[in-house]
Structure formats: structure tokens, C-alpha cells
């Protein structure tokens, strides 16, 4: 069964550093998602984007935060310059548009540590 | 008042228990519906979709009722693998996903 894979599944970076999360959508979606979900707390949603633009953010999603579709295959979630705040676990999620409509599929999901 | 707000829990139920959660969200333009189960550091993973006429799949059934823009899940017979939190997610047309705060169940032997 086709599923969405998510690297690294554990980052860990210093304040002040970017990072990029990676996620390889299921192959015939079109659209993506990213969500965090801070240890202990609810998962919450950053951003869905659609046809090469973002689609919709929270206000969680701010100009620290972007995403990029580069190459057809990966969806990345990048944050310029981490917080403390920022460790969390971030999921990636897609959907197709025909078959089950809104389901969205997660990733494994990665661990992100600022120290 | 939250977006989508469930039952705090937690729930501690007996193996062979029924036992009902309940959702409410405050978007009217709210377009589809989801109880979603989360393991213990693991990612969500679909449950059920959530449909006005209502749906039933094995032990689970969902219920929807758009008036009161009220969502349910109801368990039967619950096992012990059934121990996880339980996600109501609610969806607008525009994309954006919104979690309630997950209820927790414990199914105990």
C-alpha cells in the first residue's frame, strides 16, 4: 500500500539554525499538508498547498516558516532561523482528488529537537 | 471557544465496554468530517470518515448531525487494541485541516 515517507525522523539543530523536513507524498496526490504537534499538546495545522502555491496557513505558519515542492516527488517544509518553540513533531500529510476525497494520508512523521 | 472541542477524557473502560465520544465544531462552513486514532508518539491514522446519513464500520459507527454541528463515535465491544487517543478532524472547503484535542481511551483487561 502506497504510504508517505518522511526524512529525517529525528533532527535535532541548534537556536538560530535552519532546517528542512523532507516528505515524499503518495504519487498521484495533489495536495499536501504540514502539521505539528508540540509533546503532549493537539496536532495542529500549518499550511495545505495545491498546484504549486500554498493554498492555506495558520497562524502558527508565519515568515519564519515556507514550503517547496522542488522536484515533482519531495514536499518540504523549511524554518530559516529555529526557536526553542519549534520542537515538535511535524507530519506531512497528502490527498488524492478522486477515491476517498478528503482522507488525508500522514507520515511517520519528524522529530524536530532545538537546543 | 475552540474550533473543534471534544470530550477531555480520559475514558478507563472495562474490555467488552461500549463507550461514546463526542465532537462539536463552531465553523458552519465546514465541509467533511473524520475521527482519526493516534498511538502514543505515532502519526494519525484514519479511522472513519463521517457522513449526515451516518456510518458503521465493525465495532465503530460515526454519526454526523450538521444542525447541531455535532460529530460522534461510538465503540462496541472494545478491545484492548482499541487503547489510543481518538481524533475528531474537521475540514474546510479551502484546505485547511482542524484537530480537537483528542480524547484518550485505556481499554483495560
Known amino acids: 500500500e502506497p504510504e508517505v515517507t518522511q526524512t529525517p525522523s529525528h533532527q535535532v539543530t541548534q537556536m538560530g539554525q535552519e532546517v528542512i523536513l523532507r516528505c515524499v507524498p503518495i504519487s498521484n496526490h495533489l495536495y499536501f499538508y504540514w502539521y505539528r504537534q508540540i509533546l503532549g499538546q493537539k496536532v495542529e495545522f500549518l499550511v495545505s498547498f495545491y498546484n504549486n502555491e500554498i493554498s492555506e496557513k495558520s497562524e502558527i505558519f508565519d515568515d519564519q516558516f515556507s514550503v517547496e515542492r522542488p522536484d515533482g516527488s519531495n514536499f518540504t517544509l523549511k524554518i530559516r532561523s529555529t526557536k526553542l518553540e519549534d520542537s515538535a513533531m511535524y507530519f506531512c500529510?497528502?490527498?488524492?482528488?478522486?477515491?476517498?476525497?478528503?482522507?488525508?494520508?500522514f507520515g511517520p512523521g519528524t522529530r524536530l529537537t532545538v537546543l | 471557544r475552540k474550533e473543534v472541542e471534544q470530550d477531555p477524557g480520559p475514558f478507563n473502560v472495562p474490555e467488552g465496554a461500549t463507550v461514546a465520544f463526542n465532537c462539536t465544531y463552531s465553523?458552519?462552513?465546514?465541509?467533511?468530517f473524520f475521527w482519526y486514532r493516534q498511538d502514543c508518539r505515532k502519526e494519525p491514522k484514519l479511522l472513519m470518515s463521517?457522513?449526515?446519513s451516518g456510518n458503521e464500520d465493525g465495532r465503530f459507527t460515526a454519526q454526523l448531525n450538521r444542525a447541531s454541528q455535532y460529530i460522534s463515535l461510538l465503540i462496541r465491544d472494545s478491545k484492548l487494541s482499541d487503547s489510543a487517543t481518538y481524533l475528531c478532524v474537521v475540514n474546510t472547503n479551502a484546505g485547511k485541516s482542524t484537530f480537537g484535542d483528542g480524547t484518550t481511551l485505556t481499554v483495560k483487561p
Open positions: 463521517v457522513y449526515s
Open positions: 500529510a497528502s490527498r488524492g482528488l478522486a477515491g476517498r476525497g478528503d482522507t488525508q494520508y
Open positions: 465553523n458552519s462552513a465546514s465541509q467533511s
